[in-house]
């Protein structure tokens, strides 16, 4: 199993005949940003969102009043997990040279790369500074400090993505192959619980608050419901399709996000009632979400369509496309967030 959602991340799934537009998309050649863009923001404290393109070795920042791209640095090969914690600075793991770039968007110049364990899929940090890095195919999770310097790795549970508490303080991790996710203090990474998940749970949101995480599980086309205090699953909710991945939760906590792929679409999940409310109509195959700086905007990628789409965080209606290029990959929100 652990192929096949490689084979989805990589952008090499190949379709039947009538997918065969699909597969085009995927393969159009990589825009030269960096030769039209410059490398660094004007105004790091601005609103950004900030792309990794996993199919061309580089990361794009996005102007959320504008909603153009302004900036572009290179990253390694299959760019993906990406976390932005500090104004325009990124981490970003790249699965397919199994690296860690360390980027500036604020000061424009080579920082560092870093070899990881093979095939790292996701990066965050957590209130103490330090940077976790899941490597899947490695089978690890390898903790750095802030200049990238690596001071541990933990073996063992089949890590794919994270989700950090709105305080840094703890850090949950899902366990694709276990069906279970796991919450953890972001300073010593002792194990706080363990819950069960629906079939390969993927990615992960916690609500403003603190008091909910959401998991997406790619298996069994749902998303587990964790209250985070009581360390255990309260609830299993169909999202009507199959492969959910990315999701986000809205800035005042009324309501999660999802990302239906094979179903193109979005859904609404009630935070209340923990029910889908709305199902929204995609033009393409989405896979991951953020929140912009100002909790109106959702930014959607759009890998298989080179695209990412703009998504009203209120009404919940499409706004404006981003045209950037085959396989946009995760997004990481403002600064500040993880």
Same mark, same amino acid.
């Given at each position: 199993?652990?192929?096949?959602?490689?084979?989805?991340? /990589?952008?090499?799934?190949?379709?039947?005949?009538?997918?065969?537009?699909?597969?085009? $998309?995927?393969?159009?050649?990589?825009?030269?940003?960096?030769?039209?863009?410059?490398?660094?923001?004007?105004?790091?404290?601005?609103? %950004?969102?900030?792309?990794?393109?996993?199919?061309?070795?580089?990361?794009?920042?996005?102007?959320?009043?504008?909603?153009?791209?302004?900036?572009?640095?290179?990253?390694?090969?299959?760019?993906?997990?990406?976390?932005?914690?500090?104004?325009?600075?990124?981490?970003? /793991? !790249?699965?397919?040279?199994?690296?860690?770039?360390?980027?500036?968007?604020? /000061?424009?110049?080579?920082?560092?790369?870093?070899?990881?364990?093979?095939?790292?899929?996701?990066? =965050?940090?957590?209130?103490?500074?330090?940077?976790?890095?899941?490597?899947?195919?490695?089978?690890?999770?390898?903790?750095? !400090?802030?200049?990238?310097?690596?001071?541990?790795?933990?073996?063992?549970?089949?890590?794919?993505?994270?989700?950090?508490?709105?305080?840094?303080?703890?850090?949950?991790?899902?366990?694709?192959?276990? !069906?279970?996710?796991?919450?953890?203090?972001?300073?010593?990474?002792?194990?706080?619980?363990?819950?069960?998940?629906?079939?390969?749970?993927?990615?992960?949101? =916690?609500?403003?608050?603190?008091?909910?995480? %959401?998991?997406? !599980?790619?298996?069994?086309?749902?998303?587990?419901?964790?209250?985070?205090?009581?360390?255990?699953?309260?609830?299993?909710?169909?999202?009507?399709?199959?492969?959910?991945?990315?999701?986000?939760?809205?800035?005042?906590?009324?309501?999660?996000?999802?990302?239906?792929?094979?179903?193109?679409?979005?859904?609404?999940?009630?935070?209340?009632?923990?029910?889908?409310?709305?199902?929204?109509?995609?033009?393409?195959?989405?896979?991951?979400?953020?929140?912009?700086?100002?909790?109106?905007?959702?930014?959607?990628?759009?890998?298989?369509?080179?695209?990412?789409?703009?998504? $009203?965080?209120?009404?919940?209606?499409?706004?404006?496309?981003?045209?950037?290029?085959?396989?946009?990959?995760?997004?990481?929100?403002? %600064?500040?967030?993880?």
């Amino acid at each position: 199993m652990r192929r096949g959602f490689g084979l989805i991340l /990589a952008g090499t799934v190949m379709l039947g005949a009538g997918g065969s537009t699909l597969a085009l $998309d995927w393969l159009k050649p990589c825009t030269d940003w960096t030769s039209r863009v410059p490398p660094g923001v004007r105004d790091p404290a601005k609103g %950004y969102v900030f792309v990794s393109m996993g199919g061309c070795e580089t990361v794009l920042a996005i102007d959320t009043r504008t909603h153009r791209v302004v900036a572009a640095q290179k990253a390694g090969d299959g760019a993906h997990g990406i976390a932005v914690p500090r104004p325009a600075t990124a981490f970003v /793991a !790249n699965r397919k040279d199994d690296t860690l770039s360390l980027l500036d968007f604020a /000061a424009p110049r080579p920082v560092r790369t870093v070899t990881t364990g093979e095939y790292p899929l996701d990066v =965050v940090t957590g209130g103490g500074g330090a940077v976790f890095v899941a490597t899947w195919k490695g089978d690890t999770v390898e903790i750095y !400090n802030a200049a990238g310097d690596r001071a541990r790795t933990i073996k063992g549970g089949d890590p794919t993505h994270f989700a950090v508490s709105p305080d840094g303080a703890t850090i949950f991790l899902a366990h694709w192959d276990e !069906n279970r996710v796991t919450a953890h203090e972001a300073t010593t990474w002792r194990q706080l619980f363990a819950a069960p998940t629906g079939k390969k749970p993927v990615h992960l949101t =916690v609500t403003p608050d603190g008091r909910f995480l %959401y998991v997406t !599980n790619f298996g069994s086309g749902d998303v587990t419901v964790i209250d985070i205090p009581a360390g255990r699953a309260v609830a299993t909710i169909p999202v009507g399709g199959k492969k959910p991945l990315g999701l986000i939760a809205s800035g005042d906590g009324s309501r999660v996000l999802v990302a239906v792929m094979s179903a193109e679409m979005l859904v609404a999940i009630d935070v209340a009632s923990q029910t889908v409310s709305r199902k929204i109509k995609a033009d393409g195959e989405p896979q991951h979400l953020a929140l912009a700086r100002d909790g109106r905007t959702v930014y959607v990628t759009m890998p298989h369509q080179g695209r990412v789409d703009v998504l $009203d965080a209120v009404d919940l209606e499409w706004r404006a496309r981003i045209e950037t290029g085959p396989s946009p990959q995760q997004i990481a929100p403002r %600064y500040g967030d993880r």
